[in-house]
């Protein structure tokens, strides 16, 4: 096995842990941005505000997009047990 098959299936397994990760961070994000303005704009200052609507927004998200995700997961996976007897040459 090359030094450079490494790298590449490094990289291939980080770009399906960012892509599965990314849904679930933008909800987290749009709703923090967005219940930090509310916040701003009422004067409202409770900490724990946040945290039930973002943890909400995540699991909606995460359940909207399992079948995406596990679709993404198994073909990472398909490709890279398919590949064995490439890397064993």
């Known amino acids: ?13 980080f770009q399906v842990a960012l892509f599965l990760a990314l849904p679930a961070l933008l909800a987290a994000l749009t709703v923090g941005v967005l219940v930090s303005v509310f916040q701003s704009v009422t004067s ?11 943890m909400l927004a995540v699991m909606l998200v995460l359940i909207a ?5 596990l679709h993404m997961v198994i073909g990472f996976t398909r490709r890279l047990l398919e590949s064995i007897p490439q890397y064993l040459q």
């Open 65 to 69: 997009s399992f079948s995406w995700m």
């Open 1 to 13: 096995m090359d030094a450079q098959v490494v790298v590449d299936i490094m990289q291939d397994s």
């Open 44 to 54: 409202i200052q409770e900490q724990t505000l946040v945290f039930v609507p973002k």
